[in-house]
T-cell receptor
């Protein structure tokens, strides 16, 4: 069974630009969560989708948005990029409707650098 | 407000000895706790979990202890191996609206010295 895939793996953007990251969950998984990892901040929860609906959202500004498609693939968009958005963005999928109590399977992440 | 805290950003242990990674939490409503391990350039992978109704869970070399009164959990690795060198994240979840919301700690980088 293929794991969680994320594209692209690396991305360099400049301030003010916008970016879209993609995540394909494990086949059959309907819950997809997004996290931002920065040094010293750990994994900060962005949002979670289940069956194309956003069920939960973290404390990030409205510049961060996402969506999920009918095949459970998910995209995350960041508009008007700031230097502080430079981070590793991780996607995780889960087979459980709960999306969190059971183990999540993470992708390798997309390393975003904002110049 | 960091509800899940890992106060030690790094830890070094000799191979064969015990590694103890600690995690504190503030939300008494958390009912499930998990540990993840992360190697560089890879996503975190699930390691072990424990329900709030238990105080210990063991899986091979890994044991997680939960002290609810102290709002503290720890991961013990015995014996430690060089391949255990990684960043370890603890996570806690609470039911919300019919599903679980997960909060991760900041991570502890473990180095096992051969």
């Amino acid at each position: 069974k293929a794991g969680v895939t994320q594209t692209p793996r690396y991305l360099i953007k400049t301030r003010g630009q916008q970016v879209t990251l993609s995540c394909s969950p494990i086949s059959g998984h309907r819950s997809v969560s997004w996290y931002q990892q920065t040094p010293g901040q750990g994994l900060q929860f962005l949002f979670e989708y289940f069956s194309e609906t956003q069920r939960n959202k973290g404390n990030f500004p409205g510049r961060f948005s996402g969506r999920q498609f009918s095949n459970s693939r998910s995209e995350m968009n960041v508009s008007t990029l700031e230097l502080g958005d430079s981070a590793l963005y991780l996607c995780a999928s889960s087979s459980q409707p709960s999306g969190g109590a059971e183990e999540q399977f993470f992708g390798p992440g997309t390393r975003l650098t904002v110049l | 407000d960091q509800q899940v805290k890992q106060n030690s950003p790094s830890l070094s242990v000799q191979e064969g000895r015990i590694s103890i990674l600690n995690c504190d939490y503030t939300n008494s409503m958390f009912d499930y706790f998990l540990w993840y391990k992360k190697y560089p350039a890879e996503g975190p992978t699930f390691l072990i979990s424990i329900s709030s109704i238990k105080d210990k869970n063991e899986d091979g070399r890994f044991t997680v202890f939960l002290n609810k009164s102290a709002k503290h959990l720890s991961l013990h690795i015995v014996p430690s191996q060089p391949g255990d060198s990684a960043v370890y994240f603890c996570a806690a979840s609470v039911g919300s609206g019919g599903y679980q919301k997960v909060t991760f700690g900041t991570g502890t980088k473990l180095q096992v010295i051969p």
